[in-house]
């Protein structure tokens, strides 16, 4: 099936030709006037649709495919079933991402503000924002122009939103200053206290004022119910471009570089400084106060308890590079079929 | 104690021959006339009050408790307290959550749309709805009869729900087509763009178009603050009757059978495809890709980076067949206490 | 820089004796009368501000700091540059602690129900108190004097807050009766359904309801989209002054000791039992029923799954005491080191 018209409208049609130009790929063995209006997978394209093959483990399914037309590199073009066109490029996820924005284009804000919603006085926001139902903006806040605020969305005292921002249902900023083009899925949490309280007499936890702030880079994106803690002191920082998935916990005063990719469910505990281009798997967890080198690279669970040299791959908890832990693991399952015929 | 009145109301009490016939189980030892109006823990139930006995651990209690009856084993019918019945059959746990739900019967829903709700001209809503405080329900969609919008419930554009759903305060959907029966604890979030981008020139992510849409299959349940994105392509499937434990994360095109059991914080990666009865323990993981077939087990922190046979145990992480992980955390002892005495 | 007066409004400001004092410290080096305004950390601080070191993998940044003062530990005395007071004390967090509370005290209360805010009718609200925008007060709740509900804040029927809580924005309380002073960040979900239920005839699963509630001790502090489940039977407990972090999940009829301090995304299982002062590193896991005793410590990501003694601390999944986990990793690394080479 393609995309469901009741949640994805679709913009104007492409002939295959222009699908090609915007992949930035070379269209073989098709009819470049062909016209296609949507995209799906592999199994459920139909001939109005473009379809793309990036990962070999569904390389049968292109023999089997009904697409207009397929976006793949060269070396999958004798896969390709008749009555199907090939778009070839070396970079099919990005070709298709390309084809598909353009075929299903992002909502644009539907400028004006809800009714429900409540705009304090003191606020200001920028021409052309769509305001969604009990969407709060507070006193002091300023939101730029052609920002989208899903229902519920709360943007708290004196934060700051760029053009272009996407904030979802239900998520919340508080204590931030965030650049253009942000996005926050629905239940977002920005800018609540961190976790930091002192020891006192008998025991007592008091707590340490959490005084900085939430600085979220340009294009940004947070998943839904992840949360950013504030800086204690100084600052917490979301480098350009980073994106983070769903249920992400990021302590105060963590930084990251631009381009960081964090994926589901990772922990970074406070102080952690990550550099540009860092991607850490699922469930991944940093403790405090370590520092990740550009281009550093964590596998799924792995726990980070130390300083990781820029470029280096690190797998398992206590995460070591990955070779090292490959080589463990291999180790460790011998000594258990060692020890278990024995 | 038993159930608090002021959370708990409690319906028409039962005499212990009704219950027993409930549970499907026998009455030994009691008055069958006997009335009984709430449950209760063995070592909080008082002489209204039903409880039960499922885990061994809590034998001891059994034989101290004031309860008026007690669902349990045969096995243990020796250590029954003398003015305590006992309801025996070979499934305790069900009798006694049968019993329970009839002496304090889930509330039904009070029709009615709160005054402070917004409900889109261009939505439909069955009969005999609750729809509380501050609940959106936006243009397009379609809520089946009977069901409950907790507050400040977003139900977005075009999503349907079936009849008797039940959706918690703050819980958000969208892109959504959902069953009967489908109940979403509070914030729960249903539908939000999955995690999705190509690298682009000079590595700036650019975001693929997530057009897929999440299909709750009927009587599925979902924790509060659990996460399931839509699909890129296709669609996100959570079989009929699953139960979805709280903060899980359920990536994009993820498909799962009916019936399975997904323990708190697990987080499932994209196009991972779940059989039927799939159980996966707290905090486990699963790449991106790979099938579970059905029945498959994981344990709690497992990490699942390849296929899992059909009707396997696994454990650990990198996760292994149940019998060769305790082997090897096994073997990983005796070396430890070797290396740590040579 | 200094706290962002954005966000962080300054107190009237303090003398240095003043401020020597209120951290129970000695003044070293410095003007007595000399004024500060703000704190900051040791890079960013400048003449109006007091910083503090704490941790060693700092004291590099003592030197070159520029702050009015700093709080510390008699051994960085002599790295303490010209120009700046020391404040000497042996617990410099919480010294600073008290006097960033002093110079930045939290906003109190600002009176008044928000005029979008919904109270019923039947719910009691104490003097003092700021309902925010949205907020949702059921009917029979009763929430005490000095209370702060942020926007979208739900409190449920029959719930009880003690005086002086501060309920984030969208967060939700049901089943609950909480003690003083007890802080939810945004997001937090308190006293929904655990997870529980029988299997039925033909592997259908049927709801085991949930009549228990949560009991949150005077001083017990949440963390955003934490998600603490009511009893099933009896209660959820979680003991007086105890500190959970951002997106912990408790499930129903834990019970915690005071002071107990879980970090970030852990996961306790049912019917679980903390003793006092029990500590949980960040994405730590507890399995079901088992008991840690008093002052019990987890590492990070640590699986526990068994009883954990009074005073021991554990690591590793599963879980050993953290000698033998130290012990086995060792082991391990060697082990594969030698295969790896042999």
Chains 1, 2, 3 share one sequence.
């Not at 991402?97 to 992002?106: C, E, F, G, K, Q």
């Amino acid at each position: 099936m393609a995309a469901d018209p009741r949640f994805h409208p679709a913009g104007p049609p492409l002939t295959l030709a222009e699908a090609a130009a915007i992949a930035g790929g070379e269209l073989r063995g098709g009819d470049p006037a062909r016209s296609v209006a949507t995209v799906g997978p592999l199994r459920e394209a139909g001939p109005q649709a473009i379809s793309f093959l990036d990962n070999r483990r569904y390389a049968a399914e292109l023999e089997a495919t009904a697409a207009a037309a397929v976006v793949l590199r060269g070396a999958f073009l004798d896969r390709v079933p008749a009555g199907t066109a090939a778009i070839v490029t070396d970079n099919p996820y990005l070709g298709f991402a390309r084809i598909a924005a353009r075929l299903h284009p992002r909502p644009a804000p539907r400028p004006g503000t809800h009714p429900t919603a409540f705009v304090d006085p003191a606020a200001r926001i920028g021409d052309g924002c769509e305001i969604g139902p009990f969407a709060v903006i507070a006193a002091g806040a300023e939101v730029g122009p052609g920002c989208i605020l899903g229902p519920h969305a709360v943007v708290g005292e004196g934060v700051v939103l760029g053009e272009d921002c996407r904030i979802g249902a239900h998520a919340s900023l508080s204590h931030c200053i965030a650049g253009r083009g942000v996005v926050l899925l629905p239940g977002a949490r920005i800018g609540q206290d961190g976790f930091g309280f002192a020891v006192g007499p008998g025991g007592r936890f008091e707590t340490m004022p959490q005084l900085g702030r939430v600085m979220l880079g340009d294009f940004v994106e947070i998943g839904a119910n992840s949360c950013i803690d504030r800086g204690s002191q100084g600052d917490t920082v979301i480098g350009p471009g980073t994106r983070i998935d769903n249920l992400v916990q990021i302590a105060h005063n963590v930084r990251t570089g631009h381009s960081c990719v964090i994926v589901a469910q990772v922990g970074i505990s406070g102080s952690a400084i990550l550099g540009h281009g860092v991607q850490l798997g699922g469930q991944a967890g940093v403790v405090g106060h370590v520092t990740l080198g550009d281009g550093a690279k964590a596998g799924a669970q792995a726990g980070i308890t130390g300083d990781v040299p820029a470029g280096t791959d690190v797998l398992g908890s206590p995460a070591l590079p990955a070779r090292e832990t490959r080589r463990m693991v291999a180790a460790l399952k011998r000594l258990g079929t060692r020890d278990g015929s024995g």
